[in-house]
């Protein structure tokens, strides 16, 4: 294994052709000239394309949440339209008779009344 290695350590396994860095700064500047004349020539168009792109996306994602709200809304309107119903219902049953106003020792007689010891031994506590 020591005679691979000390045969190939000194010599270089990588090789570049003959005359590559001659001429490499001529060639580099050819082909940057070339991708500037490729940027000036390209149309107007294309950046047309990219904005009209962006503006396309926009709008779709406007549509989608637009379709997303209206369910949003109509669901909404239907509840409004049904507590509106109940509300209606609840004013002409007329559950709550406006000229009962009892006094406070109608109250404490009704809750005294109506409560057991069991309810006022729990209320002690608390």
């Given at each position: 294994m020591d005679d691979f290695s000390d045969k190939?350590?000194?010599k270089n396994p990588f090789s570049?052709?003959?005359g590559y860095f001659d001429n490499l700064t001529e060639r580099i500047?050819?082909?940057v000239k070339k991708q500037e004349k490729a940027e000036k020539n390209s149309s107007p168009?294309?950046?047309v394309r990219l904005y009209m792109g962006v503006a396309a996306g926009f709008l779709l994602a406007l549509f989608v949440l637009q379709i997303l709200f209206?369910?949003?809304q109509d669901y909404s309107q239907k509840e409004r339209q049904e507590n509106s119903q109940l509300v209606v219902e609840m004013e002409e049953e007329d559950i709550f008779d406006s000229h009962f106003n009892p006094t406070t020792e109608e109250i404490i007689e009704y809750?005294?009344?109506e409560s057991d010891n069991y309810d006022?031994?729990?209320a002690t506590i608390n």
């Open positions: 190939y350590r000194k570049v052709p003959d500047v050819k082909q168009l294309r950046k209206w369910g949003i809750l005294v009344a006022l031994i729990l």
